[in-house]
């Protein structure tokens, strides 16, 4: 990609940046309770992987 990047560009991936980071940890515990012990990576808006799946951004 290049240096400079138009700053429409950064915004789009800024946006899908903030869309595959995790839930806040305190998520799980509401909707599981305490005992459950699951990753906040579950809770997150869309998973995807920068290798896997392309933005087209």
Known sequence: MA???HL???L???KLH?????APF???MKIYGKG????????TEIKRSW???KTKA
């Open 26 to 28: 305190w998520t799980v």
């Open 18 to 22: 903030k869309q595959t980071r995790w």
């Open 12 to 14: 789009r991936l800024a």
């Open 3 to 5: 240096t400079y990047k």
């Open 51 to 53: 290798r896997r799946t």
């Open 8 to 10: 429409s560009r950064k």
């Open 36 to 43: 459950r012990r699951v990753h906040p990576g579950r809770h």
